[in-house]
């Protein structure tokens, strides 16, 4: 789905007005047995969309290991620059300090952290884009602000471009685009 | 992509119309008319503001030019009014992400009338704070020293010292605070480009937008992401606010050399932050008539969280009098119940104590509570105490020390109040320029909110 839903064999947009009118649609059409199913939304139309009740580990993971890194990089800094490279004696206190050494440690572990976190996203979602395919849907624009848009990929066996297109202005669907890719 | 096959609408049909999005939507609309909208006094205040800025940047020019002479700093009470301005600004830094993070994690959702207004305020206040330990270096262009580069010198920082991990605590709360905060924006800086009335504004904040389609895998995973940010958000806020107080325990002085400074900072942090936020979101709210968005419930709900801080702050004070009883120790003794009663600085501490302690006792009633403008005096009251307090901590513990013949008292010069005054309108500037350019709450979080709520699902 790199192409923002349109596939080799394209997919039918649909605009709702209505963002209840849009979620009843998308579970009804859920039931139907579609199996590409996109939502463009100015908020998250569903619980899952808030990220709340689904984890996404493939980042917790990412994020884990680029903190680890944070502090492994933090606390070899601090080491070779005040053991190795230029210890100073200041009263007796160990070149290597351990504690000390700690604090700058958590801090540089929770910014990689917070790095990785936007990066992640950003890699995962394929942004930043100035252009997207999209954009070029006639009144599309509204996604952002009152209108709610599903997306049907085409490549989904059994997808009757007529019938589906049909189903979906029973929905109350206020606009239908089919989009092809060139070929 | 091209060969868009275009049919348009269809009507009628077994499903009805539901009349449920049209109170979302007025409020978010309500969001989005704030933008670009400033009528005479936005222009007003924004002169005063760019003043009062260049009086900012005068004063430091000039503390630049002529020397850090120019304050009224000395020898005994060598931090003087720059390590009082940055403690009180990195702390009003604190509210922000602890509202904004804690209460994400806490699935609190009132919080989305007012994070994106704490949030910036968080921004903007930690720029000014890092200004001052840069400034009071003296030296300023050598700041760069304290960082670890490999310089031909052969020299390190000495991360052994509390004021190198303050450098890399601020530095890593800055820049978590800002991803987190952009972040949070960049669905409504999506909707904002495509609602601009030009291609200059589309692009703009198009370019900012990164190209947000509100797509469901967009904001499932944006918000996981949110999710994870806050959760590295939060230990940060006690950590960063933590290490500023380890910049004074680590020294023998009476009234800095305390195991209960780190705990103790943190929750003045975050009491005196609530406070410019309580300011800041009635202001708002009356300025752009966001009476849907910011509600008297928050009000309620800040009042309430600032009256427990308060009274955890108030703990402190307890318990850092009684150490100094129960210690033993005459000079620590004489710190407390002599210098800061009877001593030079007495009418500051009086002042302090009487705003920081009888202020938060207001919101023990709710009609006090949900009103604006009884929670914007307090806000400002805490405020003003708050920075006193660390005057208090700051000044009259340096001036009283362990040897009479040292001690000395402290006066601030003009370049010093111009400093101060100039920083606020720095302050009052970048968040007026905010308000105008920027949405100014999350406006799709408050969507969510009540559509998900009203389907029972929040």
Redesign the interface.
């Known amino acids: ?1 790199n ?4 596939t080799r064999s394209g997919a039918l947009f649909a605009e709702f ?5 849009a979620r ?1 649609a998308l579970e009804d059409l859920r039931g139907r047995g579609y199996q590409h199913l ?15 009740s ?3 580990s493939a ?2 993971i990412v ?1 884990f290991a680029m ?1 680890a890194v944070g502090a492994l990089t ?1 606390y070899l ?2 080491w070779y ?2 053991t190795v ?2 210890p ?1 004696n ?1 009263g007796g ?1 160990p070149a290597h ?1 351990i504690l ?2 700690l ?2 440690s ?3 572990l ?2 990689f ?3 990785a ?2 990066v ?3 890699v ?2 394929r ?12 009144g599309f ?6 209108r709610y848009w599903i997306a049907i990929g085409l490549d989904s066996r059994g997808v009757d471009l007529a019938r589906t ?1 049909q189903e ?15 070929t | 992509m091209s060969g868009l096959a275009l049919e348009s609408a269809g009507n009628g049909g077994a499903f009805a119309p539901p009349a449920s999005s049209t109170d979302d939507r007025r409020i978010a609309e309500a969001v989005f008319d704030a933008l670009w909208a400033g009528g005479i006094t936005w222009w007003i205040l924004f002169w005063i503001a760019v003043a009062g800025t260049l009086l900012f940047i005068g004063a430091v020019t000039y503390s630049v030019a002529r020397g850090i002479g120019v304050w009224g700093n000395n020898i005994p009470v060598a931090w003087a009014f720059p390590i009082v301005n940055f403690v009180w600004w990195i702390g009003l830094g604190h509210a922000g992400t602890f509202i904004s993070a804690f209460l994400l994690l806490l699935d609190q959702r009132w919080r989305s009338g007012v994070n994106r207004l704490a949030e910036t305020m968080t921004i903007f206040a930690l720029m000014n704070a890092s200004l001052f330990p840069l400034l009071h270096l003296g030296r300023p262009w050598f700041s760069y020293w304290l960082l670890p580069y490999p310089a031909t010198m052969g020299v390190w920082p000495n991360f052994k010292s509390s004021l190198t991990w303050d450098l890399a605590a601020i530095f890593s709360y800055f820049t978590v605070s800002l991803l987190f905060w952009y972040l949070g924006m960049i669905p409504d800086l999506a909707a904002v480009r495509d609602r601009a009335p030009s291609r200059k504004r589309r692009l703009t904040y198009g370019i900012f937008a990164l190209g947000w389609a509100g797509s469901g895998t967009e904001w499932r995973r944006r918000n996981s992401a949110l999710l994870i940010i806050a959760a590295i958000a939060a230990p940060l806020v006690f950590s960063v606010h933590s290490v500023v107080s380890l910049d004074f325990t680590v020294a023998q002085l009476t009234g800095w050399h305390e195991t209960l400074f780190p705990p103790y900072f943190v929750i003045g942090a975050i009491y005196s932050g609530l406070a410019l936020v309580l300011v800041l979101s009635v202001t708002v709210r009356a300025a752009y008539g966001l009476h849907d968005v910011i509600t008297e419930t928050h009000f309620d709900r800040l009042a309430k969280i600032t009256l427990v801080v308060g009274l955890l702050l108030m703990y402190c004070y307890v318990v850092e009098m009684f150490s100094a009883w129960y210690s033993g120790d005459p000079y620590e003794r004489a710190q407390y119940f002599v210098h800061r009663w009877h001593g030079p600085f007495a009418v500051i501490y009086w002042m302090m104590l009487a705003m920081n302690f009888l202020t938060p006792q207001l919101f023990w009633f709710a009609r006090l509570r949900r009103s604006a403008v009884v929670v914007a005096i307090a806000g400002s009251l805490i405020l003003v105490a708050m920075w006193l307090e660390r005057f208090v901590i700051i000044v009259g513990s340096l001036s009283r020390g362990f040897l009479p013949s040292s001690w000395r008292e402290y006066v601030p010069t003009w370049v010093d109040l111009s400093i101060l005054g100039g920083s606020i309108a720095f302050f009052s500037l970048l968040y007026l320029l905010f308000l105008r350019f920027l949405p100014l709450a999350a406006a799709s979080e408050l969507r969510a909110d009540r559509f998900l709520s009203s389907r029972g699902e929040a």
């Open positions: 789905m192409r923002d839903f349109i007005d209505d963002a209840e009118l009843r996109e939502t463009f939304s100015p908020f998250p139309l569903t619980k899952d969309q808030t990220g709340e689904t984890s996404w980042l917790a994020v903190a933090g800094v601090q620059a005040n490279s230029y100073l200041i206190r300090a000390a050494f604090v700058s958590l801090e540089s929770l910014l952290g917070g790095v976190t936007f992640g996203l950003l995962a979602l942004l930043p884009r100035l252009w997207r395919p999209i954009y070029e849907l006639e624009e509204g996604a952002s602000i009152d297109d979906l202005r029973s929905m109350n669907a206020v606009r239908v685009l089919h989009v092809a890719e060139e």
